[in-house]
């Protein structure tokens, strides 16, 4: 027989609690771990944790610029052996990264091997490539041995790590930063580090300086790939003031003669973060595509430098335009946002804006050299405590010798005998025969004058807030020129300074291949674009139940304007428009059209032309083309109409009259100066009825007559008195074989 077992009674911390506090509450851990531990970095050093395990480990490892080389794997096990229990290829890809100068403007790390390329091709195994400390990250971790910055225990409590760098360079603003944590994101744009100590420099002078002075110091980001910021002055100001905003940033080019006029554009430098191959495959699938119709083909000559070469369609094309089209159509302008979310002193995320950042910059070098001053003060107490014992041994040599010698406890006798330390007597005990020579003597006086000189000024410097920020302002202005382009050409400012573009006018067109087309439209709303011009009398296959109502030729680069009853203009790009193949497609897909309203009016857009609208109720105006080009789906409401009324007609204004018949067949003739021009309205009365509505309208020139089409034939009547009017009257019964559909067409 089955005896069911008790389940086990539960030990341990067993607290009853909502599942929801408790999702919350490990949820809000996570959040702040990725937060603090993750993806923001700090505003005193720029760094995230895995960055600065790395240079820290590599300054374990003694692998000083002017050292050798060691094996990345080395590196990388040491980090997340001791450091970073993370993945061994995240922590390699953050130290490429560090060495990759199209990434990073100031290398941190110097590589040796393959570390990928501008081109995105990946490193070589850590297995393969070595790697040392750069000069700008030793400076960095300059003075991180002299108790400078806090330490912390590692994650198995084994060793420990610094908390934040001492960092001599503002590396923030120097490298950026980018960084999603949970619900909050850092970008940070890099910039030109000897325009950055300019600024500190001038905040030491002037704490109170304004954005807009600081911003004339940092004009703005300096990318390791240079191109052009094309931003407004008064955009850039605002971003920095705010700590939020964004910068446009356009490659480099330059136009190369061929010769016989004609010519090729090289580009030099390309936005930053932008892969050249996926930069070249994209213009050549726009070629392809026929989207880039001033370009003929795009070819890569990069060797170190880039040089990707555009050769335009004819010679006759601006080079300005041909590069505004690429612009406008290609990765060869990009955005780079700024989001200057970073952690202060605290470890509170904070978004700040340029004034904050180099303040904090600032702030944490006036720590850091407070620290460094209270570590060198107790060196040198301890070394002049020592040098103090060695001279009263000199002055009293024979009897030190003798104690030495003689008495069974020779420090403590020592101690009581000259008044020594525990230290100094047992610095004395340990001293070798050979310093007891006379030179020796002289040399320990002389280290501890000049100890006892620099412990004085020491001092003062501890004592005066002012001398602190005196010798700030003489390291950062040593750092500027150990970083100055005048110093290296590396260190020169990349990115070009330029002015907001200026409006090239390039027609919509222009990016389009221009090829004929026809366009076929049926009574039921269908279209379809048929390549070259086809006779418009040619028969044309339509879904059974359907025929056609509009066709006409036209080109890719064409808009169409359609015109509905319910009062509303439509706009259609031809090269957009389905196939001539087929039946087409329902036009309610490609415009936001209700069921209820029918198209009434279809037109190839050109400028300059005027058209007359009427409604049902037989009001109706003047309107331009340009006024009536919609830029969404929704259509553009022109004409007014509510209740029963509805847009009845449309034609294009060509004359001097205008003819209205009504559907009680009652044709008006009166003068096209009567009709108001207007871009939105009811419009004013054409004709009055007493039964139904307007039928019809059209716009002719008097002295050639008036013309209708009935079935096949055309008839025109030139005497016109007897329909000659004033707007807004009733009219009369139309000549004799007027069609009895009350069209004209």
Not at 443 to 468: W, Y
Request: neutral net charge.
């Amino acid at each position: 027989m089955n005896v069911a077992t008790k389940p086990p009674e539960p030990t341990g911390d067993i607290r009853d609690t909502r599942l929801a506090d408790a999702i919350g509450e490990r949820y809000l851990s996570y959040a702040l771990s990725i937060i603090m531990s993750r993806s923001l970095p700090d505003v005193r050093d720029g760094l995230k944790p895995v960055h600065r395990r790395l240079l820290f480990a590599m300054r374990q490892l003694k692998l000083d610029p002017n050292q050798g080389f060691k094996k990345c794997a080395r590196v990388i096990g040491d980090v997340i052996g001791k450091y970073h229990p993370h993945g061994d290829q995240s922590v390699y890809n953050a130290l490429v990264r560090l060495a990759q100068e199209f990434s990073v403007r100031y290398p941190l790390v110097d590589g040796q091997g393959n570390f990928g390329n501008i081109d995105g091709d990946n490193p070589a195994a850590m297995r393969y490539t070595e790697a040392r400390m750069t000069a700008v990250a030793s400076a960095i971790l300059d003075g991180i041995d002299e108790d400078a910055v806090d330490f912390r225990e590692t994650y198995d409590g084994e060793d420990s790590e610094p908390i934040v760098m001492p960092s001599s360079i503002p590396n923030l603003l120097a490298n950026g930063a980018e960084g999603i944590a949970v619900g909050m994101a850092c970008s940070i744009p890099p910039h030109n580090l000897e325009e950055l100590c300019t600024a500190l420099v001038h905040l030491i002078k002037f704490p109170k300086a304004t954005n807009a002075k600081l911003v004339s110091m940092v004009p703005g980001p300096d990318f390791p790939t240079g191109g052009v910021l094309v931003e407004d002055k008064s955009v850039i100001e605002a971003a920095y003031k705010t700590g939020r905003g964004g910068f446009r940033v356009r490659a480099q080019w330059q136009t190369e003669q061929l010769g016989r006029g004609q010519y090729q554009i090289v580009i030099t430098e390309i936005p930053f973060q932008i892969q050249k191959s996926r930069l070249i495959e994209k213009i050549a699938e726009l070629l392809i595509a026929k989207k880039l119709p001033f370009l003929e083909d795009v070819r890569d000559e990069s060797a170190e430098d880039i040089r990707v070469v555009l050769e335009p369609k004819n010679r006759t094309i601006d080079p300005q335009v041909l590069m505004e089209q690429m612009f406008r159509s290609t990765e060869l302008e990009t955005r780079f946002s700024m989001n200057m979310n970073v952690l202060d002193a605290d470890h509170t995320p904070k978004v700040m804006n340029l004034h904050e950042v180099l303040t904090a910059f600032l702030d944490h070098r006036h720590v850091v050299l407070i620290r460094r001053t209270n570590f060198r003060l107790r060196k040198i107490n301890t070394r002049l405590e020592m040098l103090e014992g060695y001279l009263i041994a000199y002055l009293n040599l024979d009897e030190v010798i003798r104690i030495i010698r003689e008495e069974d406890n020779a420090k403590r006798t020592l101690i009581h005998a000259f008044k020594l330390s525990e230290n100094q007597a047992e610095a004395i005990l340990n001293m070798r025969l050979r310093s007891l020579r006379r030179l020796e003597e002289i040399e320990i006086k002389n280290e501890h004058d000049a100890l006892t000189k620099e412990q004085a000024d020491l001092n003062k410097l501890v004592k005066s807030k002012e001398l602190r920020w005196k010798t700030i302002f003489q390291q950062i202005t040593e750092t500027k020129k150990k970083f100055s382009g005048k110093v290296d050409i590396k260190y020169k400012r990349r990115t070009v300074i330029g002015s907001a573009p200026t409006n090239v006018n390039i027609p919509v067109d222009a990016f389009i291949e221009k090829e004929p087309v026809t366009i076929m439209f049926s009574d039921k709303g269908w279209i379809k674009a048929g390549k070259g011009h086809v006779d418009l009398t040619a028969e044309v296959k339509y879904k059974d139940g359907d025929c056609g109502k509009y066709i006409l030729h036209a080109e890719t680069t064409d808009r169409i304007l359609l015109f509905s009853t319910n009062g509303r203009f439509y706009t259609i790009f031809c090269d957009k428009l389905p196939g001539g193949r087929g039946f087409g497609e329902p036009v309610r897909l490609m415009i936001d059209l209700d069921n209820d309203h029918d198209i009434i009016g279809l037109f190839i857009y050109k400028p300059e032309v005027k058209y007359l609208l009427a409604s049902s109720f037989g009001r109706g105006f003047i309107v331009k083309s340009e006024d009536v080009i919609a830029q969404t789906k929704g259509g553009k409401q022109i004409l007014n109409v509510k209740g029963e009324d509805e847009a009845a007609a449309i034609c294009p204004v060509e004359g001097d009259c205008i003819a209205v018949i009504g559907e009680n067949r009652k044709l008006l003739l009166f003068p096209i100066d009567e009709i108001p021009e207007m871009t939105r309205g009811r419009g004013v009365i054409l004709q009055r009825y007493k039964d139904g509505g307007l039928g019809d309208i059209k716009t002719f020139i008097k002295s050639e007559g008036l013309s209708w089409k009935t079935g096949d034939k055309t008839r025109t009547e030139t005497d016109l008195v007897a329909w000659e009017g004033r707007r807004s009257q009733s009219g009369r019964l139309p000549p004799k074989g007027f069609s009895r559909s009350n069209k004209f067409s």
